[in-house]
Structure formats: C-alpha cells, structure tokens
C-alpha cells in the first residue's frame, strides 16, 4: 500500500497568507474553484458571443444548460421563482464544473470537502429562510405546522417540522460530499486492486472503467441533485405549502 | 477486545445500512419498470423522478459508508 485512499483529499497550500490570524492561504481547492469559474465563463460567454439563429454545437450546449436549469426553475417554484434563477444557475453551474473537473486524473474535487458543499449549502438555507420571511413575514412559522393538523398535536408536530427544517443544509451537503468523496475513494481502491494483481489486474481494471463512467453520472447527478432540492426549498419558501 | 478490532467490527456494522437502501433502489426501479409498461407514453416524466429518487436513496448509502469511515479513520 503506498499511500491511503484519502490522501487525494489532501489540501495543500500553494501560496501562504495570513489575515488576522487566520489561515487564508491559497490552496489547491481555491485553484480548482477559480478554474471551474473561468471555465464556467469561458463557456457561457464564447458560447453565447455570436448568437446565430441557427445555433452551432457550441452555442447549443450553452442553450441546454440555460433551458434544462430554467424549465426545472418554473416547472418547481413556479413564475415566481424565475427572478431567482440567475442564482439556481449560478449554483448548478459551479458545482457541476467542481464535480466534473475532479474527475480529470490527479486533479482536485473541491466538492469532497465538507466544508465547501456545507458552505453552499448553508447559503442556500439562509438565502430561501430570508426570500421566506421578507415575502411572509411572521406569517412565515405558520410553515411549522401543516395546514388541517389537529392542534392538539402542535407540541408534537412543531418541533418534529423544525428539526425536519434545520436538517436540511445538513442532509443537502452531506448528500453531495459523501457521493463525491465515496466515488473517489471507490475509483482508488480499485486501481490499488489492479496494480496489486497483476497479470490478473484486468478484471478491476474493467470494473474501474464501468466505475468510471458512473463516476460521471454521479457528477451530473448530484449537481442536478443539489439544484433542484434548492428549487423545492424556493418553493416552500414562496408559497408556504 | 482491542480497540483496532472493535472498530473493524464497528464499521462493518455500520454497512447494514445497505440492506435497506438496496430494497430501496431495487423497488424504485421495479416501480419504474412497471410504471413505464403500463404507460409508455409517460416515460420522459417519470425517469426524471426515478433519478431523483435513486440518488437521493443512494445517498443513504453513503451516510452510512461516511459512518463507517469515521470508525475506521477518525
């Protein structure tokens, strides 16, 4: 065994700085951030530079992202929800970049960091708490306790609704970390099989291809994952049940 | 019991979880197959909610691999 199978994991500081006495250094994780949104940029503004009516291979990618995170925008928060899609999209967009550009070979998934996805996550819990209480007001806690119920459960239900609604940036980062940094550490241990056995390496090298392969379905999958739990959050938040 | 062989037993523990999240992603498929043949026309709608429920079961099984994890290396 040469190395651990989350030695990938390893952040390592590419450039060292101190702010306040706190650690601020430029990692490799800040790299692959910056990356992904130069990618993200260079995509959406060299596809969309010469709009032609007929629009080339370029151009269509960039429309299918544009109208795939649109349509499931309207289709879930409805037309009210539309005015916060340039942040769904700016969300989608990142984590898929993030997830897609850690399964380039000895690259960086900075979405296998707790911190990272719980960060993301809980922007996206205040953000929809906040769109919740400016367009309800107080009328906004009537949300803990379901419409019908008997108020003779409400000491029951209502911390059962809070507890369910405190959760959620948890389960929402935990869902995208694990899956990245389980896939990844999945990828090693079959390559460390392949080189152990050999001559007999074929056989986990086939299951590492297949692997591979769902590796990128996962990727695409949880950012979709990610967006469109944020799309139902914005609904509760729009129209409160 | 050392501590290093109550953890290996601790983490294997911890995956039993999978029993249930393979009854999981087998039903949600077996209920898109069926739903699929009775009918086809509705296809494009519901594999995208089948998706969403496969990954969102799957991510069960990775709580509990994370869990086991944290026994192993924590």
């Known amino acids: 065994m040469a190395e651990s199978p989350l030695e990938q994991f390893k952040i390592e500081r590419l450039a060292e700085f101190h702010i306040a006495g706190y650690d601020a250094s430029f990692t490799n994780s800040s ?5 992904a949104v130069v990618a993200i940029t260079a995509f959406l503004v060299l596809g969309s530079a010469k709009s032609a009516l007929v629009p080339g291979r370029w151009q269509s990618m960039t429309e299918l992202a544009y109208e795939f995170i649109a349509n499931m925008v ?7 929800g539309m005015k916060y899609f340039p942040w769904v999209f700016s969300i989608f967009m990142f984590v898929l970049f993030g997830n897609l550009l850690g399964m380039i070979p000895y690259s960086f998934t900075f979405t296998s960091h707790i911190v990272v996805t719980f960060a993301l996550a809980a922007m996206v819990f205040v953000t929809v708490t906040l769109i919740a209480l400016a367009r309800h007001g107080l009328h ?23 507890l369910s609604y405190l959760s959620r940036p948890v389960s929402l980062s935990i869902r995208l970390f694990a899956n990245m940094m389980a ?12 080189v152990a056995l050999g001559l007999f390496g074929v056989l986990p090298f086939a299951v590492n291809i297949a692997l591979i392969l769902f590796e990128f379905l996962v990727a695409v999958l949880q950012a979709y994952v990610f967006t469109i739990l944020t799309c139902l959050y914005l609904k509760d938040a729009i129209e409160l049940h | 019991m050392d501590v290093q062989a109550a953890r290996y037993i601790g983490a ?30 509705s296809r494009n709608q519901v594999f995208g909610i089948g998706i969403l429920g496969f990954a969102l079961t799957e991510a069960v099984a990775l709580f509990a691999l994370l869990i086991a994890f944290l026994i192993l290396f924590a």
């Open chain 1, 31 to 35: 790299l692959l951030m910056v990356i």
């Open chain 1, 140 to 162: 906004f806690f009537s949300f803990f306790f379901p419409h019908g119920a008997p108020v003779a459960m409400a000491p029951l239900i209502v911390p059962i609704e809070i």
């Open chain 2, 12 to 41: 294997g523990l911890a995956v039993i979880a999978l029993m249930g999240v393979g009854v999981g992603i087998g039903n949600i498929f077996a209920t898109l197959i069926s739903s699929v043949a009775r009918n086809p026309a």
């Open chain 1, 74 to 80: 309207h289709e879930n928060a409805g037309t009210a």
């Open chain 1, 183 to 194: 896939g990844h550490t999945m990828l090693f241990v079959f390559g460390t099989f392949t």
